[in-house]
């Protein structure tokens, strides 16, 4: 297994990321998207980026705008330039000769949210899996928060109503939530699971809190994850190298 550092460049700012690769390449990738207050190197996507490619998916991890080593204000960042940098982020990793062209989405907390909303706007026809770990499905409460806390750009979209709620229609969506999350009430897996379309799945993780703090949890969750990645992810590689978001390589 390798590394590789990248950078993409979204408006004036750089997105910084780190792609983990298997043994064996080309290889289908798994794009990890961080929650607010976190980074690509939060414990999670350090683990993650060591099992995925241990299981022969290559795993890509990346700040976005305005968090970690990434270029941006944190006050500026949106649901919709995360939707930006996580699309950018794709498009430059469909170009990349290690990777074959399928791709997978997983995201926690917000960065689940945001990786739904993705899901929601790839080409059609596109095969990409989501799983998300104890993301909200709906932002509303956000607009009574303390801006300094969660961005004064995010919390004006969601006042305006903009992306204030989870996409339906998602498929081949796993749900994973934690028994007892303090932060998004649990009730919130159950409605992203009604809105998606099959497959889909709602995997709750008795006594997990938000940030799967025990180690146990944390393993159980990517477990899951990796079993619903590489049953959902397409079997071949997509014909002419398009990636989802319809940029041919």
């Known amino acids: 297994m390798s590394e590789q550092r990248f950078t993409v ?104 949210y945001v990786a739904l909303w993705a899901a929601s706007r790839v080409t059609a026809g596109a095969s990409v899996p989501v799983v998300t770990w104890n993301a909200p499905a709906a932002l509303r409460e956000l607009a009574h928060a303390d801006p300094g ?32 999350d303090e932060v998004v009430p649990p009730a919130h897996g159950r409605v992203l699971f009604d809105r998606a379309r099959d497959p889909r799945r709602l995997h709750v993780i008795a006594g997990a809190d938000h940030r799967l703090t025990e180690p146990m949890h944390r393993r159980e969750a990517v477990e899951e994850s990796r079993r619903w990645l590489l049953a959902h992810l397409p079997q071949t590689a997509p014909a002419g190298r398009t990636s989802p978001t319809g940029r041919i390589r």
């Open 9 to 112: 460049a979204v408006g004036a700012a750089d997105v910084a990321g780190v792609l983990h690769l298997p043994d064996e390449l080309p290889s289908a990738c798994v794009i990890a998207c961080h929650g607010m207050g976190a980074s690509k190197d939060s414990d999670k996507y350090l683990l993650l980026g060591r099992e995925l490619p241990a299981a022969g998916l290559a795993l890509a991890r990346f700040d976005f705008r305005g968090s970690g080593e990434s270029g941006g204000l944190p006050r500026d960042a949106t649901i919709e330039s995360r939707i930006t940098d996580l699309e950018e982020v794709l498009a430059h990793l469909s170009t990349q000769p290690e990777l074959d062209g399928r791709f997978g989405l997983l995201g926690s907390s917000l960065g689940g």
């Open 149 to 180: 806390e969660s961005g004064a750009a995010l919390v004006a979209e969601v006042r305006r109503g903009a992306r204030a709620d989870a996409p339906a229609g998602v498929a081949r969506l796993l749900v994973i939530q934690a028994e007892r």
